[in-house]
Nanobody, 124 residues
């Protein structure tokens, strides 16, 4: 079965950095667009970033643009989210998701598979 496993979350001070990883199994990784979403307590899940199947195209939420970078290594079936200049408002559970399509999407419902999430906490 398909499994997406996130790692790399933790507690960091404002201005710090974290790198999240999402390792995929049970699917042909290179045929899936990969997305990152986050959900803070009491809030809806929101789009963070998405990366095309080849990694040549990315899309970011305005709130993270210029601070976050997504990349992927198709040989390792892994997608990454490098998060710099972290702010307290970035605190959330971060999820990776896989979409069987050629097009990136910011819509959670467009994604077929989800990981269990990893907690990111940014202290002020």
């Amino acid at each position: 079965q398909v499994q997406l496993v996130e790692s790399g979350g933790g507690l960091v001070q404002a201005g710090g950095s974290l790198r999240l990883s999402c390792s995929a199994s049970g699917l042909t990784f290179g045929t899936y667009v990969m997305g990152w979403f986050r959900q803070a307590p009491g809030k809806e899940r929101e789009f963070v970033a998405a990366i095309s199947r080849s990694g040549g195209s990315t899309r970011y939420a305005d709130s993270v643009k210029s601070r976050f970078t997504s990349s992927r290594d198709n040989a390792k079936n892994t997608v990454y989210l490098q998060m710099n200049s972290l702010k307290p408002e970035d605190t959330a559970v971060y999820y990776c998701a896989a979409r069987l399509s050629t097009a990136v999407s910011a819509t959670p419902q467009a994604y077929n598979y989800w990981g269990q999430g990893t907690q990111v906490t940014v202290s002020s």
